[in-house]
């Protein structure tokens, strides 16, 4: 590897990550209060009452400012993209420009058209259109996510595309296998999912506090009723994609599997962490050092969950790295294999091209023949060493274990809102109130949670296995990155103090005063 | 339905709904804002398009991505 600096890549590293999860603050209520404004509204064309078109709009309200303050925040990283990682951009374009491309297109502006009815059609349109308006701008935005996970998805597991060595690019040939590969589909519930159930936990918090304060008991009722049916329902179909997360995770990225568990010695019938302490004395994937301070472990349950076999072999940090055990694709190749074939594909790229100068058409139909046959491991050519394969485990290892018992809480606590709620006693159980209001950033902190496991789970990686991130970045001056990482840092702040103001004022206002 | 007619409807909707707006006055404001520091002074000032700025068309594109690609395993 050339010498490059390294703080470039961790400073383009921050900044992304910093945009993203920020982007990810504003994202989920969106997506999740926009099908709880919903159903209320269907509630209140079904029924004709009043109480839920009140209901309705104020949750509409709160959308409103949360869509207005996030909206464009996303965009960003198409920035980023153009400045920071150029090389990263014109290897995927094609790919990553198409699902962005129609997100611009169609979903936009099926947002931009029903938003504005759903917020000034109330008295201008029938129950009925303005319903379907309300519905469409939910599944506008919705719509948009998916675009956006597919493109994700195809980073973590790309398919559906061939290299192009004149052009330098991944160019589409499958745009179906692309946009319904089963680590886009999943993963698309999946984050849905998490926004759905994020949102039911805001709206459970904030209807807490109003009974809390002894306001607008009935419309707190009623809410909390809606957000915990609404939040069971997410939260179950959470936890069923989450399993398919898992699966599909360790059949394309075993790596992040074995960090997601601190699996550094694979095994088979590999136990589960439910609950761990990893060692902090061990330094290397190579010693013999046991990984956990403390765990507590079901027995072959991860076994089970990757491979739907309660003893089949899950490969660890180790394993991943000295190859040699079978996987559904025959043996796995070791990292010196597969550094050895990522190198002869970019040395295919590097003669495939002097021979076409040279307008040698044998010579060069010979390399291309080979830059295919190698491209799979095309990305290990740019690693060095085989820890540079392995991602930071302990940020992987309890950004996926509080993610998964903040879930578990969550299923729980819908569940005991909506036992309180149907018996008609949530009113008198102020100490359920105070947990649901509480509860609310622990919402958002699973969700930014899952996203860690997900991104920095498959580190080194710009694209599973063929594009790691130093190979990905712009040859800019760190500093210009570190400058528009605090700019940002700054503006996003900025609005998200805004977003708190504003929504804090109008929750203050209450239903009435507001709608 | 006269197009004319389509247009004014259409017109006194948004007029209707933007004149009568509370709270979102001030979102349009931060909204606006928003989208000025983001496309005019972001974009411009400190996020030009790498390749499109140093290189003038697709193919010295191609050629300076590759060379990066083959220079960064050396």
């Not at chain 1, 209140?44 to 104020?58: D, H, L, M, R, S």
């Not at chain 1, 295919?372 to 991602?391: M, S, V």
């Amino acid at each position: 590897m050339e010498l490059m600096d390294v703080s470039l890549v961790d400073w383009s590293r921050a900044q992304f990550a910093m945009t993203a999860m920020y982007h990810w603050l504003f994202v989920p209520l969106t997506l999740g209060l926009g099908v709880i404004m919903s159903i209320m509204e269907s509630l209140y064309v079904k029924t004709g009452k009043e109480e839920w078109k009140k209901a309705a709009k104020f949750w509409m309200t709160l959308f409103g400012v949360n869509f207005a303050i996030g909206v464009a925040t996303g965009i960003i990283l198409e920035f980023e993209f153009g400045t920071n990682w150029s090389n990263y951009s014109w290897f995927v374009g094609d790919i990553f420009g198409a699902p962005l491309a129609i997100e611009a297109i169609v979903a936009f502006f099926m947002e931009a058209t029903f938003i504005s009815i759903m917020f000034f059609g109330w008295k201008k349109v029938s129950k009925k259109f303005h319903l379907a308006s309300t519905w469409l701008t939910v599944l506008g935005a919705t719509i948009s996510a998916l675009w956006i996970l597919v493109a994700n998805a195809w980073m973590q597991y790309p398919v559906g595309m061939e290299f192009n060595p004149d052009s330098v690019r991944n160019e589409m040939i499958d745009f179906w296998s692309i946009l319904l590969s089963p680590v886009a589909l999943n993963k698309f519930f999946h984050t849905v999912l998490s926004a759905w159930v994020l949102s039911g936990l805001f709206v459970m918090g904030v209807s807490s506090w109003y009974l809390l304060k002894k306001r607008e008991v009935d419309f707190a009722l009623k809410s909390i009723m809606v957000a915990s049916v609404f939040g069971i329902f997410s939260a179950l179909l959470l936890a069923f994609t989450g399993d398919g997360s898992s699966y599909h995770v360790a059949q394309r990225q075993p790596m992040k599997l074995a960090a997601m568990e601190g699996l550094y010695e694979g095994k088979t019938g590999a136990g589960l962490i439910a609950f761990g302490i990893l060692n902090s004395h061990k330094k290397s994937y190579n010693d013999s050092i046991n990984p956990y301070a403390f765990k507590v472990e079901i027995p072959k349950m991860l076994s089970l969950l990757a491979y739907k076999d309660p003893n089949a072999f899950v490969p660890g940090i180790k394993n991943i790295i000295d190859g040699g055990y079978q996987t559904h694709n025959g043996v796995a190749l070791s990292f010196e294999e597969k550094q050895a074939r990522g190198k002869a594909a970019i040395q295919s790229l590097a003669n495939y091209q002097k021979a076409v100068n040279a307008k040698d058409t044998v010579d060069a139909a010979l390399h291309k023949a080979q830059l295919k046959e190698n491209y799979a491991q095309f990305g290990y050519g740019y690693l060095d060493k085989p820890e540079e394969l392995i991602p930071h485990v302990p940020t992987v290892f309890y950004s996926f274990h509080i993610m998964v018992l903040l879930g578990l809480y969550f299923i729980a606590l819908f569940g005991l809102v909506f036992f309180f709620s149907y018996r008609k006693k949530i009113e008198q159980a102020k100490w359920l109130q105070w947990i649901c209001l509480w509860t609310i950033p622990m919402g958002y902190v699973a969700g930014e949670l899952g996203w860690a496991v997900a991104e920095v789970g498959r580190q080194p990686w710009a694209i599973q296995d063929v594009l790691p991130l130093q190979a990905a970045i712009s040859s800019i001056s760190t500093n210009s990155v570190k400058i528009t990482f605090f700019l940002f840092l700054v503006l996003f702040s900025v609005l998200l103090l805004a977003e708190v103001r504003i929504m804090l004022k109008q929750i203050k206002k209450g239903p009435d005063k507001v709608v | 339905m006269h197009i004319p007619k389509l247009f004014q409807k259409l017109y006194s909707f948004y007029y209707d709904g933007f004149t009568k707006m509370t709270v979102g006055k001030t979102l349009w404001i931060i909204v606006f804002i928003k989208l000025f520091i983001m496309f005019i002074v972001l974009r411009i000032f400190f996020f030009p398009n790498y390749l499109n700025t140093n290189f003038n068309n697709d193919q010295s594109k191609s050629n300076h991505v590759r060379q990066e690609l083959i220079n960064k395993s050396n």
